[in-house]
């Protein structure tokens, strides 16, 4: 851009113009590349400290491996399925039911001497 000293202001004037709106556009330009290039933030969704995913799952009594449970889901950016996560708590109490669903817990039947369960008169085991 060429300013000219001795002559017309409102031509200046309007060449200063034009350089700020093709300025303004290139800042624009950039701003959207960079929003594409930045990972949003999703849903709000902001995954915990390791210290808050201890201290919920101890406040809630969880029995499964917390441990594996936070390696899975920061290993894979903490998506469930081929969507990103929305609440990390909700995520502990699946695990917590499919834990209790694989594990579940043994009632102890009472045996004869020989090791066999003793029933009772109606056929069911003595527990």
Do not use: C
């Not at 002559?7 to 200046?12: L, P, R, T």
């Not at 998506?79 to 695990?95: A, D, E, F, L, P």
């Amino acid at each position: 851009m060429e300013i000219n000293h001795g002559g017309n202001m409102k031509e200046e004037l309007k060449n200063i113009k034009h350089a700020i709106t093709l300025l303004q556009k290139a800042v624009a330009g950039l701003e959207g590349r960079l929003a594409v290039d930045t990972p949003k933030k999703q849903n709000g969704f902001k995954p915990p400290t390791y210290k808050e995913a201890r201290f919920y799952f101890e406040e809630k009594g969880y029995g499964f491996d917390l441990g594996d449970w936070y390696d899975h889901y920061t290993t894979n950016g903490w998506w469930v399925g081929k969507s990103k996560m929305k609440n990390w708590k909700s995520s502990m109490s699946t695990w917590q039911r499919n834990h209790k669903a694989a594990n579940p817990t043994r009632t102890k039947v009472q045996l004869d001497a020989r090791g066999r369960p003793i029933r009772n008169e109606a056929g069911n085991l003595l527990l």
